[in-house]
């Protein structure tokens, strides 16, 4: 069975960092392309950052460009969400997600498309408060 475990969320102070990771089972990331989402309870689910299989191309969403990195080490079968600088309004349950894409054009096109990701993890909660 296909699985992903999110880890790394808790509590932090504005301005703090946290390193979130996300860990496969039943599966090689290899071949992947890994996607950070995030959610707030009654909000919409929003794309974070998202990774190529090779690590070699990522993508972030403007809230987040230059204070999150996301990097993966596929030794490990490990992708992690470097998040720095985090905003109480980043309090939000985090989730990643893993999809293949069947041809280059189809991964440039929809590479940070939540509704691709075909593997989802249960999430893990960061809260950002003083």
Do not use: H
């Not at 990643?96 to 990701?117: E, N, P």
Request: charged share 20%; proline share 2%.
């Amino acid at each position: 069975q296909l699985q992903l475990v999110e880890s790394g969320g808790g509590l932090v102070q504005p301005g703090g960092s946290l390193r979130l990771s996300c860990s496969a089972s039943g599966f090689t990331l290899d071949y992947y392309y890994i996607g950070w989402f995030r959610q707030a309870p009654g909000k919409e689910r929003e794309g974070v950052s998202c990774i190529s299989s090779s690590g070699g191309s990522t993508n972030y969403a403007d809230s987040v460009k230059g204070r999150f990195t996301i990097s993966r080490d596929n030794a490990k079968n490990t992708v992690y969400l470097q998040m720095n600088s985090l905003k109480p309004e980043e309090k939000d349950i985090y989730f990643c997600a893993a999809t293949r894409f069947r041809t280059t054009v189809q991964a440039i096109q929809a590479m940070c498309d939540m509704k691709a990701y075909d593997y989802w993890g249960q999430g893990t909660q960061v809260t950002v408060s003083s």
